[in-house]
């Protein structure tokens, strides 16, 4: 990874995904966190690099592999990385397209399982397709909603984890919130809200994010081998649904083709929906299109 890049996601780190950390700003083992809630510029956009492309998931295909499996095999593994970044991790979709694929985390837990109906009823006034990454604690919390935006083509629904936890095998923290400890530890973080969605959607989830977005390099190994694909994002929409409407217009509205968006669906309160709602016929008029991360790497 280039110097550049890696300053740049280390100015992201401050804020990007406080909203998955309940709205707080805090520190996170080895982690930087520099300045407040929102402190990144909300144009700031991480360049993808060249192992950044979708490629087909096996997901639906894939044998199932066992907790004992992916302890065996990785049980003894020391990592290389901890970040946004890893091998095998999408950051963008392929390189010349003019699509953009929104996606919105539901990170669920405490100060986390809120709905934000104004950001779900404007996708779908404008029907603008949408990957949302739902946690296990999200779907335990709103049964009935979950169910209501798993039927609808729209959207497609993803695996945000089981406990909403950074995904380590060594134990480490972001944003004050403590990483799965070892091999076993991820398989459960992973396994866990796979085989619920698994049976509530009734074919396996094709993409993975962790809480925070962090993982190793082992981790990141981890979930391919369970036939997922690790997503994490190229523009930091919402600074963890703390950023002000204006910012999120802003920086959604500047998002360039290929870009994949994160922001949040928990929280109501933030500036999220009418930010969106101000981008979204910003990048039309650009000629932009949207897509669900399924759709991309098809």
């Known amino acids: 990874m280039t110097t550049g890049r890696r300053a740049v996601l280390a100015a992201m780190a401050s804020s990007v995904l406080a909203g998955c950390a309940g709205r707080k700003s805090a520190t996170s083992g080895g982690t930087p966190t520099s300045g407040p809630p929102g402190a990144p510029a909300p144009n700031v956009t991480a360049t993808p690099n060249a192992t950044a492309t979708p490629t087909p998931t096996p997901s639906a295909t894939a044998p199932e592999v066992t907790r004992a499996e992916i302890v065996a095999r990785y049980g003894h593994a020391v990592p290389n990385t901890w970040g946004f970044e890893a091998p095998g991790v999408v950051h963008a979709l392929p390189k010349g397209r003019r699509e953009i694929a929104l996606t919105f985390d539901a990170c669920g837990g405490p100060g986390g399982n809120g709905y934000d109906k104004a950001l779900i009823d404007f996708l779908r006034s404008r029907e603008v397709p949408a990957t949302l990454f739902i946690n296990s604690r999200w779907i335990d919390a709103n049964p009935a909603l979950f169910r209501r935006l798993a039927a609808e083509p729209l959207f497609e629904i993803a ?66 081998d369970l036939g997922e694909r690790f997503a994490s994002f190229s523009v930091n929409g919402d600074g963890g649904a703390t950023f002000t409407p204006e910012q999120v217009r802003t920086t959604v509205g500047s998002a360039p083709g290929g870009s994949i968006v994160i922001c949040h669906m928990n929280h109501p309160e933030g500036g999220t929906a009418p930010g969106i709602a101000a981008a979204v016929p910003r990048l039309l008029a650009r000629g932009h299109t949207f897509v669900r991360l399924s759709d991309a790497s098809a």
């Open 159 to 224: 695996n945000h984890g089981t406990r909403h936890r950074p995904l380590s095998v060594t134990g480490r923290s972001a944003y004050g919130i403590p990483g799965t400890r070892d091999a076993g530890e991820v398989y459960d973080e992973i396994a866990g809200n796979r085989a619920e969605l698994t049976r509530l959607l009734g074919a396996p989830p094709r993409f993975f994010r962790s809480g925070t977005a962090y993982c190793d390099d082992v981790a990141a190994r981890i979930v391919t």
